[in-house]
């Protein structure tokens, strides 16, 4: 804008060099009055300055009682205005071809003999440094005030613009995969990315509805197998040979499977919160797999260290510590300790116990410390699951001198205080 208003301002002005106004100051600073009441001319170090960087300086000074002083030769051209000045206040004059020779100016200044008005030629200047001084004076305060209101509302503009796009990323950063339903609200969003953030809903409804399918899928597999397995359990429990027997193991572990693909259902649905005495709870699951435990070889006991009745889900504690104990058979050593402290359940084995950089990777789905192992690498995960939904927390660490521990801690706020 400032470039277009000082190319605008020197368009205007096409006619040439006209007379500094300067000039007229310096010239009035040298006009005295004089004996017989007219004006004369003391020199003064500007004038004599003047004069010398303008030969062909000329001028004429009058008062208001019409005595008037010149110096140098006055063209022909202005004679007529010679006697009248005093009734101008302000002009330029100036020919139409160089030299300008005729180029003046008119202006009132005050002198030592009084005001007078004084018609003068001397040094020539163009108006570009003029406008550019004018037009930079005036424009300069509005940019700066343009600068000013726009360091201030540019930002706030933005922000407010991009309210809607810095909500729904945050939104989208809270999105958690184990829950269900989750959508981006879509008001107060730019137009731009509303059909960016109709996708993303898109996209999770449809993952929404791939996991009820595979949910779906598995609680009925799970189900559909578990009569089978019964059947065949009975048979072998019937049956009276040593080599069909054998076979209850196997078919233990193929019931466990069924009952953690069960797990994966009921993890979705929300704890049934009841008093929960953990002690009683811990010695019937003990007492429930001891039986497979000494068709292992395994021995369990169980340690009790001021234990703690708490309001949470009985049945999902029960599948943690089912799914630990089994978990401590088949991977263990001869012996399992079950431990129950407050509200933290701990079991432990004297096995081969789990590397210090697989204890993380045990805990994701499928994930089997020996590849040839038996399981199918969901226990861990399937515990890991139900503490986080029973707002608990989980860790494996090692036993002395061999053997791992898996502790769960439940949460203390839970406890019933007796």
């Known amino acids: ?146 600068a000013a209101i726009a360091a201030l509302l540019i930002p706030w503009i933005v922000r407010r613009s991009l309210a809607g796009v810095n909500r729904i990323a945050a939104e989208a950063g809270q999105i958690d995969p184990d829950v269900r339903g989750w959508r981006l609200r879509d008001e107060e969003v730019p137009s731009e990315i509303a059909p960016l953030v109709q996708a993303v809903n898109d996209a999770l409804a449809r993952l929404d509805e791939a996991y009820d399918r595979q949910r779906r899928f598995i609680a009925s597999a799970a189900h559909e197998i578990r009569t089978p397995i019964a059947i065949i359990r009975t048979k072998i429990d019937a049956s009276g040979e040593v080599a069909l027997r054998r076979l209850s193991g196997d078919v233990d572990r193929l019931a466990n499977l069924a009952e953690q693909l069960l797990d994966l259902e009921r993890i979705d649905t929300r704890p049934r919160m009841q008093t929960v005495d953990l002690a009683p709870l811990a010695r019937r699951v003990i007492g429930e797999l001891a039986p497979l435990a000494i068709a292992s070889d395994r021995t369990i006991e169980i340690e009790s260290d001021h234990p703690s009745t708490i309001q949470s889900d009985p049945g999902a504690i029960e599948r943690v510590l089912v799914s630990l104990i089994h978990n401590a058979i088949d991977h263990g050593g001869p012996r399992i300790i079950v431990r129950v402290a407050g509200t933290t359940l701990a079991v432990e084995d004297d096995g081969d116990g789990i590397p210090a950089e697989a204890r993380t990777k045990v805990l994701e789905p499928f994930y089997r410390l020996k590849p040839r192992s038996t399981g199918a690498g969901l226990g861990l995960n399937l515990v890991k699951q139900i503490v986080e939904r029973l707002r608990g927390r989980l860790s494996i660490t090692a036993a002395v001198p061999t053997g791992t521990i898996v502790e769960v801690w439940l949460p203390a706020e839970y406890a019933v205080h007796r």
Do not use: C
Request: glycine letters at 10%.
């Open 1 to 146: 804008m400032s470039v277009a208003l000082i190319a605008i301002a020197l368009r205007a002005d096409v006619g040439g060099l006209y007379t500094d106004e300067t000039i007229t100051p310096v010239i009035a600073g040298a006009v005295i009055r004089g004996g017989n009441g007219g004006l004369s001319i003391q020199p003064t170090a500007e004038l004599t300055a003047l004069q010398r960087e303008t030969p062909d300086l000329w001028f004429v000074a009058e008062d208001q009682a019409g005595y008037r002083v010149t110096y140098g030769r006055i063209p022909s051209e202005y004679a007529s205005l010679v006697g009248v000045l005093r009734s101008v206040g302000y002009a330029h004059l100036r020919d139409q071809r160089p030299p300008y020779r005729l180029s003046a100016v008119i202006r009132q200044e005050m002198s030592p003999a009084g005001p007078v008005t004084i018609l003068g030629h001397g040094k020539l200047t163009g108006l570009t440094f003029t406008v550019l001084m004018a037009s930079n004076v005036l424009v300069i305060p509005i940019i700066a005030i343009f």
